[in-house]
């Protein structure tokens, strides 16, 4: 069994700055990966139940404990092993990882073209494709699998924003979609929806539902004042609003945000 330890809560690298510090370095990759909940930072023998040691130079969990052998003067040594690539994207590449690492940073730019990862990574036009699949894959269950965010106490910035796509930046829109979200000021734990169809009008039947099923109750969200949200503080929320034709603020700042009145304020009157 493996155990993943996520100690990141938001990375500054930008595009270039993440090429300069991981381009050709594997070992500074895997850390990176582990550190991030990709490659596992503890491997548990099914067998002995003790942790397992990782081989850096063959990428190999193994036990190698002894035990005695039932009704037997000798020990014999446990030959458990599994991969450190076991059960990740990296299970069954060849690729460097240094190169998977990069193409990431790359998938995740605006500016992404096939002919970049040509000519700076050397891949084959099929490798490309195939792993920029993968990726597109890995976003769908991502986005079908969010877990809720906030809680008691946490501040959750919520807002709606509109992407358009022309091609080359030019002409009419080819591409456009509503996206609504919430983000903890802290953490940074986040969710996403696109809003499709008739949920574009981005209603009160459109938004409170996302807001009931993603964020949790108890939670202090903080939002502009778009009609849609006027309900929150009946929904188990404490609600802030921040005017941004106004200023635009820290929302941890209280002072600068209206209050809106929970349910039991209300009922005080």
């Given at each position: 069994?493996?155990?993943?330890?996520?100690?990141?809560?938001?990375?500054?690298?930008?595009?270039?700055?993440?090429?300069?510090?991981?381009?050709?370095?594997?070992?500074?990759?895997?850390?990176?990966?582990?550190?991030?909940?990709?490659?596992?930072?503890?491997?548990?023998?099914?067998?002995?139940?003790?942790?397992?040691?990782?081989?850096?130079?063959?990428?190999?969990?193994?036990?190698?404990?002894?035990?005695?052998?039932?009704?037997k003067k000798r020990s014999k040594q446990c030959n458990f092993s599994v991969?450190?690539?076991?059960?990740?994207?990296?299970?069954?590449?060849?690729?460097?990882?240094?190169?998977?690492?990069?193409?990431?940073?790359?998938?995740?730019?605006?500016?992404?073209?096939?002919?970049?990862?040509?000519?700076?990574?050397?891949?084959?036009?099929?490798?490309?494709?195939?792993?920029?699949?993968?990726?597109?894959?890995?976003?769908?269950?991502?986005?079908?699998?969010?877990?809720?965010?906030?809680?008691?106490?946490?501040?959750?910035?919520?807002?709606?924003?509109?992407?358009?796509?022309?091609?080359?930046?030019?002409?009419?829109?080819?591409?456009?979609?509503?996206?609504?979200?919430?983000?903890?000021?802290?953490?940074?734990?986040?969710?996403?929806?696109?809003?499709?169809?008739?949920?574009?009008?981005?209603?009160?039947?459109?938004?409170?539902?996302?807001?009931?099923?993603?964020?949790?109750?108890?939670?202090?969200?903080?939002?502009?004042?778009?009609?849609?949200?006027?309900?929150?503080?009946?929904?188990?929320?404490?609600?802030?609003?921040?005017?941004?034709?106004?200023?635009?603020?820290?929302?941890?700042?209280?002072?600068?945000?209206?209050l809106i009145r929970t349910v039991a304020d209300s009922d005080h009157g």
């Amino acid at each position: 069994m493996a155990t993943v330890d996520v100690t990141c809560a938001g990375c500054k690298f930008d595009y270039w700055i993440f090429i300069a510090t991981f381009h050709r370095k594997d070992d500074l990759c895997y850390q990176f990966l582990r550190e991030h909940g990709v490659l596992p930072t503890a491997v548990e023998c099914p067998e002995c139940h003790t942790p397992c040691k990782l081989r850096s130079d063959r990428r190999v969990w193994y036990c190698g404990r002894y035990r005695k052998q039932p009704k037997k003067k000798r020990s014999k040594q446990c030959n458990f092993s599994v991969s450190d690539f076991k059960g990740t994207f990296l299970e069954g590449t060849h690729l460097p990882v240094w190169q998977l690492v990069l193409f990431f940073n790359h998938c995740l730019q605006k500016q992404w073209d096939h002919a970049t990862v040509f000519k700076c990574l050397q891949w084959s036009p099929n490798t490309s494709v195939d792993w920029r699949s993968f990726c597109s894959e890995v976003t769908l269950d991502w986005l079908k699998n969010q877990q809720p965010i906030g809680g008691d106490g946490v501040i959750v910035e919520i807002d709606e924003t509109y992407f358009v796509k022309r091609k080359n930046n030019k002409g009419r829109n080819l591409n456009s979609v509503w996206l609504f979200g919430g983000i903890e000021s802290v953490t940074k734990n986040k969710f996403i929806v696109p809003l499709l169809g008739k949920q574009r009008d981005r209603s009160v039947a459109t938004l409170i539902p996302f807001i009931k099923k993603y964020i949790l109750p108890g939670s202090t969200i903080v939002s502009d004042g778009w009609k849609a949200y006027e309900l929150l503080g009946n929904k188990g929320f404490t609600h802030w609003v921040v005017n941004h034709s106004e200023h635009f603020v820290d929302p941890s700042d209280a002072r600068e945000c209206r209050l809106i009145r929970t349910v039991a304020d209300s009922d005080h009157g």
